[in-house]
């Protein structure tokens, strides 16, 4: 038998990641629709950019960032592993991906994935009522 302060606690995180969701959904609707639709939605986005245009250019993504042109990648390869095999993909389908959407993109579709794990994974914690 599941707890009842622990139905309470799942169900108060269902509702919070489902908050946070719909507050980045605005966000990145309201970013896109800004001239020229670059409008920071987070931190770092600029920086991640360039590091999957200089991927996609067939250069590293990892540079030393105490020699010019001092740029640093701050997360780590597997994040930049899906965001370029992704741009790339589309690069067949466009002459020049559309970085900034696609990536946003790509981030919005993790997130739902990891939202729909917490939910599988709260599910098995506590079935509903047959």
């Known amino acids: 038998m599941i707890p009842a302060w622990l139905k309470r606690l799942s ?5 919070l990641g489902l908050c ?6 605005i ?3 309201q970013a896109m629709n800004t001239e020229p639709g670059t409008s920071t939605t987070s931190g770092c986005e600029e920086e991640s950019w360039l590091a ?44 020049q991906p559309p970085l900034i959407a696609a990536t946003r993109f790509v981030t919005l579709a993790f997130g739902l994935l990891g939202l729909g794990g917490i939910w599988a994974l709260l599910l098995t914690l506590h079935p509903p009522p047959s």
């Not at 105490?66 to 740029?71: C, L």
């Not at 997360?75 to 992704?86: D, L, M, S």
């Open 11 to 15: 169900f108060l995180l269902i509702l």
């Open 20 to 25: 946070l969701l719909t507050l980045r959904l």
């Open 52 to 95: 999957l245009w200089h991927i996609l250019q067939g250069a590293p993504a990892y540079a030393d960032p105490s020699q010019a042109p001092f740029r640093a990648s701050y997360f780590n390869w597997f994040f930049y592993f899906c965001h370029a095999g992704i741009l790339q993909i589309l690069s067949f389908f466009f002459e």
């Open 27 to 29: 966000s990145t609707h």
